[in-house]
């Protein structure tokens, strides 16, 4: 049988959270104006960064982890069909049901139908990227199921009819203060004095959280690492609250992208050493739950697998943009963006924010349905140098940015005016004749400087002179000057 | 040792004094330095905003421009960056890869005016005068692309006379990037914000760094400030006496 498959699919529109309303400019421009914002993200992102070098700094072999987390992330998804398949057969023989979803919209329905079944109208859920990605939430809400998050960070979020801004840390676009005024307007069950006191919002949280773990009957989980060679899941967190969901309730659901897998027990050692230091800045995280299938007499009795695809393999078919998915999620580079420290995570419009985010969700989507991400960067470099598999976003960026181009460019009759300035300069940087006579004709800059600066100038240079002063252009360029000195001898 | 400048198109047209100083540093230590009067542009910002098939005319032209110098400097992290790690790469992208390989090996002997004078020519002192109060900003692209460490500071520290003052949050970008600036103005400007913020906490008359666009970008947010501090390259205040 021979078939041409074509492009594998993006994640389809109108489900899920991987575009924003409008463009990374336009949203960013919203959040530089919130100072509260701004000065939570400073605070927050300032803190984790130094608790991250800290620890870090502490292991003598870190480049040599990051090399290793890299290579076996370039080796895993070389072979992925084969490691998902061994994942499948293994949960499979250990007594769960694997489930695999092409997007959003079917891991959606696999689920709800999953819950339908047991009968249940409410669930407990760990904090989990995919199930933000494909609007879980949502989804079970229409069909009359209640998800309760129990992460923190989560419950701050989902009480205050909110968006997680952070892949780790959702809520830290909120400071104390609001928070407890979340709180005290969403939980029916709050004292009154509640005070910002970190202990009296943890101890509040806990209380409410409580009555959901003893008395919901399903669990829905994320994972960080699922390992093929024996179908074991792993979860990685910091408060309990994911034991909880993983322990107490009768039926497990976790929802997985297809590239978190890992062949071996061995590999996961050298993401477990990464993972906790990149993320929370910690040598090790408090909890660290993990599970192969269901064992009779101990925790849920009935466990489903759902493998999500939602574009990963479009991603995984563009050599240079794959290693967007070795991503473990720890949001290392969010903390050190110094864009992202100014705009949050809402702004990129996707759940998946910050540098990484802005090479994963075009891809996910395609790059003309999240066109302005990959531009949302100053190519500074910080992400790459704090990535724990080393994945180089900056180059990232870049390959994608042509890709955007390439396609507009293959798509559309009429050039725009940007790829027209760009296929000018081109034409007259490519002669040095053509070149000096465009730096003459620069000159006429002289004109509209007053004191030596230039403080408006034309589109599309305007953007410029609004916060910037532009230099006025020299009488004699270098070349001029060089030839005047030197002649044209070289 | 005979030296090929690469002025940068920018610092040509705009900064000519930092070229000139440039040949002045190399000069005074003395060496030879010609100028191919065949460059243009190194193609970065076509690469870096999405246009590298623009960008191919331009890498050809360094090549084929460069290629008969052993030792080719410019006073530039982020170009010689851009010759490094994106020359041989977008050549290849399009199927070019003899030009790939050309490009490496000129890019292998292309360096950053602080790599050339303390890794090359093995120098630290160059004889420079500078008798003003300076912050040094590493530039995202000479830190992180090149690994110029600090090379610029071994520099600048053994400038008589220079009263060189540490900058809080110094290897923060500075929100140029290219088109950056003007694609995302408002994130740009916050990030220049900051940066002024930090230079202005220091007392520092003059700002200085390895490169002149990241420069232009400092400094023309404090122009427009009026913040009385000004922006100097590194090559510029080597060259004092």
Redesign the interface.
């Known amino acids: 049988m021979s078939a041409f498959l074509g492009m594998p699919a993006y994640a389809p529109r109108g489900v899920g959270h991987l575009r924003g309303d409008e463009p990374f400019p336009a949203a960013a421009r919203h959040a530089l104006g919130d100072a509260q914002l701004r000065r939570n993200l400073t605070k927050a992102t300032t803190t984790i960064r130094a608790k991250r070098a800290s620890v870090v700094a502490e292991l003598p072999d870190w480049e040599e982890l990051r090399a290793a987390g890299h290579s076996i992330k370039t080796a895993t998804l070389r072979d992925l069909d084969q490691h998902l398949e061994r994942l499948e057969s293994e949960v499979t023989a250990n007594g769960g049901v694997v489930h695999w979803a092409r997007d959003a919209g079917d891991a959606n329905a696999i689920v709800t139908r999953l819950v339908r079944a047991t009968g249940a109208t409410e669930v407990v859920k760990i904090k989990s990227m995919v199930t933000d990605e494909i609007g879980l939430n949502g989804a079970l809400a229409a069909a009359g199921i209640a998800a309760y998050e129990t992460d923190l960070a989560e419950l701050i979020v989902q009480l205050g009819h909110d968006r997680p801004s952070h892949i780790l840390v959702p809520a830290i676009h909120r400071n104390r203060a609001e928070i407890r005024d979340i709180f005290l307007r969403e939980m029916p069950d709050v004292e009154p004095g509640l005070t910002d006191e970190p202990a009296a919002l943890a101890e509040a949280a806990r209380r409410h959280l409580r009555r959901k773990f003893l008395t919901a009957t399903v669990g829905i989980s994320g994972v960080n690492f699922a390992i093929a060679e024996t179908g074991t899941l792993c979860v990685l967190e910091s408060e309990g609250n994911g034991r909880m969901c993983l322990t107490l309730p009768q039926t497990l659901i976790t929802v997985m992208g297809i590239e978190k897998v890992i062949p071996t027990w061995a590999d996961l050692g050298v993401f477990l050493q990464l993972l906790p230091r990149s993320s929370t800045g910690e040598r090790m995280n408090p909890y660290t739950s993990m599970w192969t299938g269901v064992t009779p007499g101990d925790g849920p009795q009935t466990f489903h697998l759902i493998l999500v695809d939602n574009g990963r393999t479009a991603a995984l078919a563009d050599p240079a943009g794959r290693p967007a998915l070795h991503c473990i999620r720890c949001s290392a580079c969010l903390n050190v963006c110094p864009v992202y420290e100014r705009t949050g995570g809402h702004a990129y419009g996707s759940v998946y924010p910050g540098p990484i985010g802005a090479v994963l969700s075009p891809q996910l989507t395609g790059i003309e349905e999240n066109a302005s991400l990959p531009y949302a960067s100053s190519l500074c470099g910080a992400c790459y140098d704090a990535c724990p598999v080393k994945t180089n976003i900056p180059e990232l960026l870049v390959h994608l940015r042509a890709r955007h181009v390439e396609e507009a460019r293959a798509a559309k009759r009429v050039p725009s005016a940007e790829a027209i300035t760009m296929a000018a300069a081109s034409w007259v940087m490519s002669s040095p004749g053509r070149f000096r006579a465009a730096q003459r004709a620069g000159r006429a800059g002289r004109l509209v400087s007053r004191a030596g600066r230039i403080g408006s100038l034309p589109p599309p240079l305007a953007a410029w002179t609004r916060t910037r002063d532009a230099p006025e252009p020299p009488r004699q360029t270098f070349r001029q000057w060089w030839r005047a000195e030197r002649g044209d001898l070289r | 040792m005979r030296i090929a400048l690469f002025?940068t198109?920018l610092?040509?047209?705009?900064?000519?004094?930092?070229?000139?100083a440039t040949v002045t540093v190399l000069e005074r230590l003395g060496h030879e330095v010609?100028?191919?009067?065949?460059?243009?542009?190194c193609?970065q910002?076509?690469?870096?905003?999405?246009?590298?098939?623009?960008?191919l005319?331009?890498i050809?032209?360094y090549v084929e421009t460069f290629e008969p110098y052993e030792v080719i400097v410019a006073p530039s992290g982020s170009c010689v960056g851009s010759i490094a790690?994106?020359h041989a790469?977008v050549a290849r992208?399009h199927g070019d890869e003899r030009l790939a390989q050309r490009a490496a090996a000129v890019a292998r002997r292309t360096y950053e005016l602080s790599q050339l004078l303390v890794d090359v020519l093995g120098v630290e002192n160059v004889g420079a005068h500078y008798p003003h109060r300076v912050a040094y900003h590493p530039t995202?692209?000479s830190?992180?692309?090149l690994r110029v460490g600090d090379r610029p500071l071994r520099l600048l520290r053994r400038v008589s006379g220079i009263d060189l003052v540490p900058l809080p949050d110094a290897?923060?970008?500075c929100?140029?990037?290219?088109?950056?600036?003007?694609?995302?103005?408002?994130?740009?400007?916050?990030?220049?914000a900051d940066k002024m913020r930090n230079v202005l906490s220091t007392g520092a008359e003059v700002c200085t760094a390895g490169d002149s666009s990241c420069l232009?970008?400092i400094?023309?947010?404090l122009?427009?400030l009026r913040a009385g501090v000004r922006t100097l390259h590194l090559a510029e205040i080597l060259a004092s006496t």
């Open positions: 002025a198109c610092a040509d047209t705009l900064f000519p004094d930092v070229p000139r010609v100028f191919p009067l065949d460059q243009t542009c193609g910002m076509h690469v870096n905003t999405g246009y590298q098939r623009n960008a005319p331009l050809s032209r790690h994106q790469m992208r995202c692209h830190l992180r692309l290897e923060v970008c929100g140029f990037g290219g088109t950056f600036a003007l694609k995302n103005s408002d994130v740009s400007t916050a990030m220049l232009m970008h400094g023309g947010g122009s427009r």
